[in-house]
């Protein structure tokens, strides 16, 4: 399978623990997004790196969160001190041109 | 006002129906526009593209009408498989460029 993977599909954690998600983009891809999804909601956008710069924040993403693409290609997407207002779909999505191809999600619950 | 805004639905209609889904967005300057479908469950995935003039890929047709911000899709006999969300996305603009903005998404339930 040569499409975006996102790992561990499903975590479950204590309210003030750190978790990490990673994504595997499609390996010609450059552009790498972390998209955050909620019931009901469409994704909201998070960050977006090409190659290894992080070239844009959104203002959701605050302190405890923090991204990483150290050799353009896999990224992580750490969430420190985890809060209950944390649940959520967490999508990684990456691209050549515009058109975004989404890995599968990795599902956050914060107890 | 939001950045992309789309009637969320649902839409409950039969086998062979027409539908027709609408969506407006906020900031002029916006380059690309993109329809997404999403599955229950699963993740979004690329539909269709949307361009100035319009354009058709079966059973699918997009238009854009950038005086009055407003993006839509036409769904033409529609069938039980087009169940889905379906999510209108623009690109973003200004320092913006890289992200692309998704609207909450249109329910659509096609019944028997």
């Known amino acids: 399978d040569t499409g975006v993977s996102q790992n561990p599909r499903h975590k479950i954690t204590k309210r003030g623990q750190n978790v990490t998600f990673r994504c595997d983009p499609i390996?010609?891809?450059?552009?790498l997004y972390w998209y955050r999804q909620t019931l009901g909601q469409g994704p909201e956008f998070l960050t977006y790196?090409?190659?290894?710069?992080?070239?844009?924040k959104s203002r959701l993403l605050s302190d405890r969160f923090s991204a990483e693409r150290p050799k353009g290609s896999f990224s992580t997407l750490e969430i420190q001190r985890t809060e209950q207002g944390d649940s959520a779909m967490y999508l990684c999505?990456?691209?050549?041109?515009?058109?975004?191809?989404f890995g599968e999600g990795s599902r956050l619950t914060v107890l | 006002r939001k950045e992309v805004e789309q009637d969320p639905g649902p839409f409950n209609v039969p086998e062979g129906a027409t539908v027709a889904f609408n969506c407006t967005y906020s900031n002029s300057a916006s380059q690309s526009f993109f329809w997404y479908r999403q599955d229950c469950r699963k993740e979004p995935k690329l539909l269709m593209s949307?361009?100035?003039s319009g354009n058709e890929d079966g059973r699918f047709t997009a238009q854009l009408n950038r005086a009055s911000q407003y993006i839509s899709l036409l769904i033409r006999d529609s069938k039980l498989s087009d169940s889905a969300t379906y999510l209108c996305v623009v690109k973003g603009y200004g320092g913006s460029q890289g992200n692309l903005i998704f609207g909450k998404g249109t329910k659509l339930s096609v019944k028997p």
């Open positions: 390996s010609e891809h450059n552009r």
């Open positions: 949307v361009y100035s």
């Open positions: 790196f090409q190659n290894e710069a992080q070239l844009e």
């Open positions: 999505a990456s691209s050549w041109t515009v058109d975004l191809f």
